[in-house]
């Protein structure tokens, strides 16, 4: 069945300028920043937008996605994604917050604790590692990672250019029932997750012009690496089996770098969110409690 969703939506001006399109789900519970997958939205996460969650979750749409504007200068790096999440915290009041974080949204997570470590009580960080991303991909194929990030990064250029031509069939893509389900026979979005859920998140995220995506993707991977040195709060880290996008070898490495971490490998692809709701929102009740 469909979680029923309450989203309220709102405008927070960041630090240079740039309108972004914040939202909050408006249900009782301790404060939660969520750092979204770049060019993905509300929808991605069924069990942290329905009334009766348990947390009172503060996100935001990344530049051009959703609402957001695209900034005047095109400044989409990761000094600028942190200056978002920091604007959008601000803006709501949040003195800090345990951040729940997905795919490139891990690496703004950890970069947020890094430099403003008073405002992040803690971090859950889903199907992502901190920085250095593009490495990590296509780990379940065994492409070495001195090979999958050139690779993705050539892909991720060639898409800010090709990507205009690609925008007219991406953007006209029906998301029924019917293409929905084929889209999950392929495996890159697992069966197991609610067609209707997955119908509205890929509806909305291929109204994201795949070149700007492309932008988007590129600004995180710029940043090497995030350093776990300095992050003292508790930390948990879910990675799926059959991730293509970030492999769950690299997470379990990330997570024995920050000390006293929890790590948990599920049976998922990279939209874990969306296939097993139940337990994100499991592990980000328990990581409070740890807080």
């Not at 914040?22 to 770049?38: M, Y």
């Not at 979750?57 to 005047?72: F, L, Q």
């Not at 990030?149 to 031509?165: C, D, E, I, N, Q």
Request: aromatic share 8%.
């Amino acid at each position: 069945m469909t979680t029923a969703h309450r989203v309220r939506f709102r405008d927070v001006r960041s630090a240079d300028g740039t309108r972004l399109r914040a939202w909050t789900n408006d249900a009782d519970g301790p404060a939660v920043l969520l750092s979204n997958g770049l060019g993905t939205n509300p929808q991605s996460w069924p069990s942290l937008t329905s009334p009766d969650c348990g947390v009172n979750v503060t996100s935001w749409n990344h530049r051009g996605v959703g609402g957001s504007d695209r900034p005047a200068d095109g400044r989409v790096d990761l000094d600028a994604f942190v200056e978002d999440a920091v604007a959008v915290m601000d803006d709501a009041g949040l003195e800090s917050a345990v951040v729940a974080s997905w795919s490139a949204g891990v690496t703004i997570a950890f970069e947020l604790a890094y430099r403003f470590p008073e405002r992040v009580d803690g971090i859950l960080a889903v199907a992502g590692v901190p920085g250095n991303t593009f490495s990590t991909m296509l780990a379940p194929w065994r492409v070495p990672p001195f090979v999958a990030k050139p690779f993705m990064v050539s892909l991720a250029r060639a898409t800010t250019v090709v990507g205009h031509l690609e925008a007219p069939v991406t953007r006209r893509i029906p998301w029924t029932h019917t293409t929905t389900r084929l889209l999950q026979a392929t495996g890159a979005i697992g069966r197991g997750a609610d067609t209707a859920e997955v119908q509205a998140m890929v509806a909305e995220f291929f109204s994201t012009h795949p070149a700007w995506y492309a932008r988007l993707a590129l600004g995180v991977s710029e940043h090497e690496r995030v350093s776990l040195s300095g992050i003292s709060v508790p930390t948990t880290f879910i990675a799926g089996r059959r991730d293509l996008l970030t492999g769950s070898a690299a997470m379990r490495t990330a997570a024995e770098r920050v000390a006293g971490s929890r790590f948990l490998q599920l049976d998922a692809s990279h939209f874990i969110p969306l296939e097993q709701p139940q337990t994100v929102l499991d592990e980000l009740l328990a990581l409070i409690d740890r807080c």
